[in-house]
């Protein structure tokens, strides 16, 4: 470990990792919109179709083309440092119920032995959420960001978070690795080290930005939650994205005690104080099992094939599960109902078959399903045909 880097290491009692959107998650508007446009002097969508266009015509980011225009118009009209994007930020609107539904949420966690911690995965700008009245009760806040020069004017970006930039913090959250410049995070991590699981985030957002964020978490058994304005009562975009599998739930975006939304992160708290303690049951119960094996040396190839296995289920990265199947490669003996497990764990560890089609992968599942002990005839057999022939 880099000492220079302060981590997070796994707690004695399970972590959910709260990660929001900002705009029109926790705030009804985008964040520009409420003060600083007005500041400049601009239409609001005129501001908007500008940057727009000034990222098409030019293959350049959104993010980029909005802090780019946020400098060229600040310019003779209002000083942007990061004290005055700041009291911008303390001007934002909040939905109902946000300024205390991260003490609550705590609070409710605490009493069902679960700790939750809040983390910001935005587009939006750090500096202005840095400004709210709730910026202090995140764990972190990953946002975009701009550099300020020697005498503290916004001179260039420091941080660009696109859509799909936003899934390398939910591996920072799920390591404990939380400095983005901590390179730690590209580390591999064993089941028992992981502070997060996947399983223990709840992602809440609003729109097509978050879908990357929303996928990921839902793929590894996590809990992805659309919000809408309650007041304009627009559910178009949470439809959207449960028809198209990026959500489990959608509510109002309303943070009261009582609200849909409030009951429905109080459910995902207690589920996950009672999977956690069978969690932790199974991985003991493992440990005898593999303790055993171990002491009867006529179990070790077994006792490979079975780790192999275990290894290849619990593996959370591309180039981990490339090993793991480069060792698993060498094996021939599988019995029915390992080939038969292996099976169903490409089916439901979603890293692994969204990667089935590399070769090495795709080459090791075609090998199973000609292994003369494959019942090809089951429901995961018939999966990995779909996938591999």
């Known amino acids: 470990m880099d000492k220079k880097f302060k981590r997070k290491i796994k707690e004695n009692l399970p972590v959910v990792a709260i990660c929001y959107d900002f705009d029109k998650t926790l705030s009804p508007d985008n964040m520009q919109a409420q003060g600083f446009i007005q500041k400049v002097k601009y239409n609001i969508e005129e501001f908007w179709t500008e940057s727009n266009n000034l990222a098409e015509e030019n293959g350049m980011d959104q993010n980029l083309a909005w802090m780019y225009m946020m400098i060229k118009k600040a310019e003779g009209k209002t000083l942007m440092t990061k004290e005055s994007l700041m009291e911008y930020g303390a001007e934002v609107e909040l939905f109902n119920g946000v300024k205390d539904w991260f003490k609550r949420i705590g609070k409710f966690g605490v009493e069902n032995d679960v700790i939750v911690e809040h983390y910001i995965i935005s587009s939006g700008l750090k500096e202005m959420i ?25 001179e260039w970006p420091a941080q660009v978070i696109n859509y799909t930039g936003k899934t390398q913090f939910l591996f920072r959250i799920e390591k404990g690795v939380l400095d983005v410049n901590d390179q730690g995070v590209n580390d591999n991590f064993s089941p028992d080290k992981v502070r997060v699981p996947f399983r223990n985030m709840i992602y809440i957002g609003d729109s097509d930005t978050d879908i990357p964020c929303m996928k990921l978490v839902n793929s590894y058994g996590g809990h992805s939650i659309g919000v809408y304005d309650a007041k304009e009562h627009d559910k178009a975009k949470v439809y959207k994205m449960m028809r198209e599998n990026r959500i489990r ?73 490339h090993t793991v199947i480069s060792n698993l490669e060498g094996i021939n003996d599988w019995t029915k109902d390992e080939i038969e497990e292996l099976f169903e764990v490409a089916r439901s560890n979603g890293q692994i078959s969204y ?30 045909k779909e996938k591999v022939m």
């Open 249 to 321: 739930y959608f509510a109002p975006a309303d943070y009261t005690e009582g609200s849909n939304l409030d009951g429905l992160v109080k459910d995902i708290i207690i589920r996950t104080a009672s999977n956690e303690k069978l969690e932790e049951r199974h991985i003991k119960d493992m440990s005898e099992q593999f303790s055993s094996d171990l002491q009867d040396n006529n179990h070790a190839h077994e006792l490979e094939k079975l780790n192999g296995i275990v290894a290849l289920e619990s593996s959370k990265s591309y180039a981990n599960t």
């Open 130 to 154: 840095e400004g709210t009245s709730v910026a202090n009760e995140f764990e972190r806040i990953y946002a975009s960001s701009f550099y300020f020069n020697s005498n503290g004017v916004a």
């Open 355 to 384: 990667i089935i089609a590399d070769s090495d992968v795709k080459a090791f599942y075609k090998k199973l399903l000609k292994n003369g002990n494959c019942n090809k005839s089951t429901e995961n057999a018939n999966f990995i």
